[in-house]
């Protein structure tokens, strides 16, 4: 049987909407770096690279290739994950299998994205991922699919748009702490609701934006971790669950049992031991593309009924000091490297467990989830615990 | 800690063509799916997790798995994506199945490359700073090592020829191939070279086409008293070089002498010339077979050792599914000789800048070694 794996250190680039002073292979060796350096590790430690990107955003072919340069990947054996949003939490779960297989006791993981690099465009990809012929000409990239779930949502639950909004003012706020995010302008409900609408309901400071930036994480052995001797983040579940290639299917599928966020987050919890997160969990960084994701998923995750997602915004229940706090980090409201994100999710959540996010670090963290989403509805979740 | 053993007990491929225009990508894949489910009388419920294995940039679509993602039996489960070649997928799997968790694992490659203008999509992989403006695509960077093979002395344009004539005529006898034919070293050295030294015939074509395999543990193997002859995994090893054309030397390969040198370490194997009986490499341009032959310890291969029966990507090249179906063919020609070993090589990246090898032994699916 496999071994168990922990996470023992992390990198991050400071993410903003475009790096001009660095290439693509360069802004990622400032990630890798940045976590082997966090993890006492020399790349010569290293038994396999993991790397991944929206290569199609980008307008870069095979990017991995040019990218692994910058993150020593160099005679090592390495491959390419790509998963779409999810790429980042699909990279995570791949160390994890890659040294939970005992294949190698040591893994660096990479994720990132550098739209700047060459001209590339986030929803000019994203509209390919849709059937060509029934969905492509009515759906705008991501957005459109998000304003589509986010109605649905406020129509079962009777949400409005300004409380929605309260989800940016809070992300904006706890950004403030974390010296990588990119947005952290603080702003009020008011200029949520007057900026640009881009797709019913979704404003344009409902979504999250698009930053150049890269991540990565190192993952080792538990026994490894052990013998290495530094506070570590073991990982006690992975799962990953998608139900539909179709958004017809999508809206069906919501608040239904079969609701991908929902399934995969049982199964999680159960491999973790975890009975009631809003409990047993210190701190969840959660992958939330627009302001009324992040309600509806909470609800999902279990960590309150439905429609109740907005009270534990408005009652503290998310912030620094409340029960659960939800993305110190600030999350992807206020960061969004594509290729990166899920990872970020990924380091931030460990570095929580491990005692290591500074500013933004929640007293005591001993457990923490982090999550992923993508097309196809497509989420990913991992937890993680100061113990093996 | 001992492994658990892993076998692929049943793979299946596409008849690849130049262009698939009538069928969409879900009914691409959907064939070799439910050809391999049907003969080994499987269903979708049988399969713990997949690993797909596409390019986003070949078939024009983001999150390329989507498209297929009904037909692959992953909806509701966990599943991931590799984007490199589909040899690469075969990996991923391989290690979900040796972490415990699952017991059966599809994996699935496609691409089409009718879909797009593959010079373009080339060019794209490289440097958009300071080299895509020179017109790279992936037949300049092959020309360019083969003129530095030739340049150095290392091969002869004979050995280049000799090696498309090889494959031309294993692929004719190919009915998943769609290019080929009986050619003579003379008439391709007599024909004008498309990007100096290379001739139209030590070029493989570009194919839609995809391919699956299952993946399965010795203990599922025993829980369903398995019949049939299974392709036991014996070893791996995949390497990555660098990336850039002038930061290397084009006329050897370190990434793929690394990936060969550490599958056989695992497999056991110390004179592949002779352990091998079957051998399926990438050759996306004639000039590599002698280079990378060379770089797996296979130069002094004897006529014992059976080289590209498939007829390798001189017959078909669909992409990223041509390093997984390399495997299958291995796989398959491992199968019906009980016993014998097979290599199954695939590539990545332009001129082969990353690797993956991957070593078979054919045996009965519950008992000790073979």
């Not at chain 1, 790397?51 to 054996?77: C, Q, R, T, V």
């Not at chain 1, 640009?196 to 404003?203: I, N, Q, R």
Request: proline share 4%; net charge negative; aromatic share 6%.
């Amino acid at each position: 049987m496999g071994q168990g794996v922990a996470i023992i250190g992390s990198g991050q680039t400071r993410h903003c909407s475009t790096r001009r002073d660095v290439n693509i292979p360069e802004m990622i060796h400032e990630a890798a770096t940045r976590a082997l350096e966090d993890a006492g590790l020399s790349i010569h430690d290293i038994g396999a690279v993991v790397i991944g990107n929206m290569e199609h955003f980008e307008g870069i072919h095979l990017s991995d290739l040019w990218a692994l340069e910058g993150g020593g990947g160099y005679l090592k054996p390495t491959m390419k994950i790509a998963t779409g949003g999810c790429t980042g939490t699909s990279l995570a779960i791949a160390g994890y299998y890659h040294v939970a297989s005992g294949l190698v006791d040591s893994c660096l993981v990479i994720g990132w994205e550098a739209l700047s690099a060459s001209s590339g465009e986030t929803t000019t990809g994203i509209i390919t991922a849709f059937d060509p012929f029934f969905e492509r000409p009515t759906l705008a990239g991501a957005i459109s699919g998000l304003g589509i779930l986010a109605q649905e949502y406020m129509s079962r639950t009777g949400i409005t748009e300004a409380q929605a909004a309260q989800v940016v003012v809070e992300a904006r706020k706890k950004a403030r702490l974390n010296p990588h995010a990119h947005l952290k302008q603080s702003v009020t409900v008011e200029d949520v609701l007057r900026s640009p609408l881009l797709s019913y309901p979704l404003k344009y400071l409902d979504m999250c934006p698009t930053s150049d930036g890269a991540c990565a994480v190192v993952y080792v052995s538990n026994a490894a971790a052990k013998r290495h001797g530094r506070k570590a983040a073991y990982i006690k579940a992975v799962e990953s669950v998608h139900n539909h290639a179709y958004l017809g299917d999508a809206v069906h599928f919501c608040g239904q049992r079969l609701e991908t966020l929902k399934l995969a987050s049982e199964r999680a919890y159960k491999k973790a031991g975890i009975a009631n997160p809003l409990l047993d969990l210190d701190v969840a960084e959660i992958y939330e593309p627009c302001s009324f994701a992040l309600l509806s998923w909470m609800e999902l995750l279990g960590f309150c009924g439905a429609g109740d997602g907005i009270r534990l915004v408005e009652n503290g229940t998310v912030s620094m000091s409340g029960k659960l706090p939800v993305n110190p980090s600030g999350g992807v409201l206020c960061t969004n490297p594509i290729g990166a994100t899920g990872l970020i999710r990924t380091a931030e959540a460990s570095s929580q467990v491990r005692g290591m996010a500074g500013e933004h670090q929640v007293d005591g963290a001993k457990r923490a989830i982090a999550t992923g989403f993508g097309g196809s509805n497509w989420n990913e979740i991992l937890i993680f615990s100061d113990t093996p | 800690m001992k492994p658990r053993r892993i076998a692929v007990i049943d793979a299946e491929q596409t008849r690849c063509e130049a262009r698939k225009a009538e069928i969409s990508y879900a009914e691409l894949v959907y064939e070799p799916v439910h050809a391999l489910l049907t003969r080994t009388g499987l269903h979708y419920d049988d399969i713990d997790t997949v690993v797909t294995c596409s390019s986003d940039f070949l078939d024009g679509r983001t999150i390329s798995d989507m498209a297929i993602q009904e037909v692959t039996g992953s909806i509701g489960k966990s599943a991931s994506k590799v984007s490199s070649d589909g040899s690469f997928a075969l990996v991923y799997a391989w290690m979900r199945l040796l972490a415990g968790e699952f017991e059966t694992c599809l994996v699935v490659a496609h691409s089409k490359c009718s879909e797009g203008h593959q010079a373009l999509i080339e060019n794209a992989a490289f440097d958009p700073l300071l080299q895509r403006s020179l017109g790279l695509t992936h037949l300049v960077a092959a020309a360019i090592q083969a003129q530095c093979l030739l340049n150095e002395g290392k091969f002869t344009r004979e050995q280049f020829a000799q090696a498309a004539v090889h494959d031309l005529k294993n692929a004719a006898r190919n009915p998943y191939a769609h290019h080929g034919g009986e050619y003579s070293v003379e008439e391709i050295l007599a024909s004008e070279p498309v990007c100096d030294p290379i001739r139209p015939l030590e070029i493989a074509p570009y194919s839609d086409g995809a391919a699956c395999l299952l993946l399965v543990t010795e203990s599922w193997l025993r829980k369903r008293a398995w019949k049939s002859e299974v392709a036991w995994v014996e070893g791996l090893g995949y390497c990555t070089e660098n990336n850039d054309l002038g930061d290397k030397r084009l006329s050897e390969n370190p990434a793929l002498r690394k990936a060969a040198g550490e599958a056989y370490k695992m497999a056991g194997i110390r004179s592949p010339e002779k352990d091998l009986q079957f051998v399926e490499i990438s050759s996306a341009f004639s000039y590599q077979t002698p280079l990378w032959l060379e770089e797996m310890g296979l130069a002094g291969r004897t006529s014992g050792q059976a080289l590209n029966l498939s007829g390798g990507l001189m017959g078909a090249n669909p992409g990223f599914a041509s390093g997984l179906i390399r495997v299958c063919e291995a796989v398959r020609q491992v199968r019906e000789r009980p016993g014998s070993r097979g290599l199954a090589h695939g590539m990545n990246g332009f001129p082969g800048q990353s690797h993956c090898v991957w070593l078979f032994r054919s045996g009965a699916a519950h008992q000790g070694d073979a």
